[in-house]
């Protein structure tokens, strides 16, 4: 599984543009909220409308590792090209959302903590020894189950994220069940622990190396093969869905392992009394066998189609209504001829 999730980011037909283009969103994505947050300071209004801008990076980046996911959670073992960025955009800010539920425990938890430390700290607020010591054990209750909740969130979110990509469905992503059901697994618990320890190495030697192409480089290629590894997790747990799902993804099922057999089509010849359809000759469809000196604006000429020839013994060569119908210049009359002999 390690294996195969270091080479994902080079196994693939468009690697080099691949790579190039992932640096460049993550260098933005980290770049961009920096000087955001100055511009917040200097011109807060400017910094607001400029907020979309600020975080399309990010959400493409988002949607790009659940697209990851669903490739590897399908047995892909290529990083797959960046194509189709508005839905990797939208992608990514479900991915954003999701987060922010799963985190809004946390917030909570923290801020209760957070909360009762600062009004036991206030001279204005007299408690009694008792009240001091509940208060007190209340706020560090709040914090260290926030820092247990914070915990558990890094296994479990990972596990939503994959549901997500795999169904494509966002309520499957926040429902117990499924998520539980997935993070579980030993595939799952072993995926995620090599994806810890791959993002820690990139944490380690790609921050540092931030501002030198080779940092941003080994980040985006880091969130690759994290997202390789927790796809490669779910693959023999999530069952997906066999039609295309709110990924823009074509899904196959596991389960769906029968092969439809071929449509075959029988087609019988023509009886004798049958009349095939007429259809020009090719040459003629495609203008071959046009004579080199027909002119489309030549004026059409009547002709006889009847087969006994009765009408051509006729001495009257004016063409009549009863007459068929060919292209060619008209017989000159002659008032014509005279004029063309003076």
Do not use: C
């Amino acid at each position: 599984m390690l294996r195969t999730a270091i080479g994902t980011p080079f196994r693939s037909g468009d690697a080099a543009g691949t790579l190039i283009i992932g640096s460049v969103l993550t260098f933005l994505s980290i770049a961009l909220p920096i000087g955001w947050l100055i511009a917040v300071v200097l011109a807060p209004v400017t910094a607001l409308f400029l907020l979309p801008v600020v975080l399309f990076p990010l959400f493409v980046l988002r949607g790009y590792t659940l697209k990851m996911i669903h490739t590897a959670a399908n047995g892909g073992s290529a990083a797959p090209s960046f194509v189709s960025w508005g839905l990797l955009a939208r992608n990514g800010v479900r991915s954003v959302i999701l987060t922010l539920i799963y985190l809004t425990p946390a917030v909570i938890l923290l801020g209760l903590g957070v909360t009762t430390a600062f009004l036991l700290s206030l001279e204005s607020v007299r408690l009694g020894s008792v009240g001091a010591t509940v208060t007190a054990l209340s706020s560090g209750i709040a914090v260290f189950s926030a820092v247990l909740y914070l915990l558990i969130y890094s296994y479990v979110r990972p596990a939503a994220e994959a549901v997500f990509a795999t169904t494509g469905r966002f309520r499957s992503a926040l429902a117990p069940k499924p998520v539980l059901k997935t993070a579980g697994t030993g595939d799952f618990a072993t995926g995620w622990i090599l994806s810890v320890f791959l993002l820690s190495v990139g944490i380690l030697f790609g921050v540092p190396l931030f501002a030198l192409l080779v940092g941003v480089l080994g980040l985006f290629g880091i969130r690759v093969m994290v997202a390789a590894l927790i796809g490669a997790g779910v693959q023999r747990t999530l069952g997906t869905a066999t039609k295309s799902n709110a990924l823009g993804q074509q899904v196959v099922s596991e389960k769906a392992t029968a092969v439809s057999a071929p449509i075959e089509q029988t087609i019988a010849p023509l009886s004798a009394t049958d009349t095939a359809p007429t259809e020009a000759d090719p040459a003629v469809q495609v203008g071959r066998s046009v004579a080199a000196g027909f002119s489309m604006f030549e004026r059409p000429t009547l002709v006889d189609p009847s087969p006994d020839n009765e009408r051509k013994a006729n001495t009257d060569t004016t063409p009549t209504l009863d007459d068929g119908f060919s292209w060619g210049p008209l017989p000159e009359t002659p008032t014509e001829q005279t004029e063309r002999s003076e």
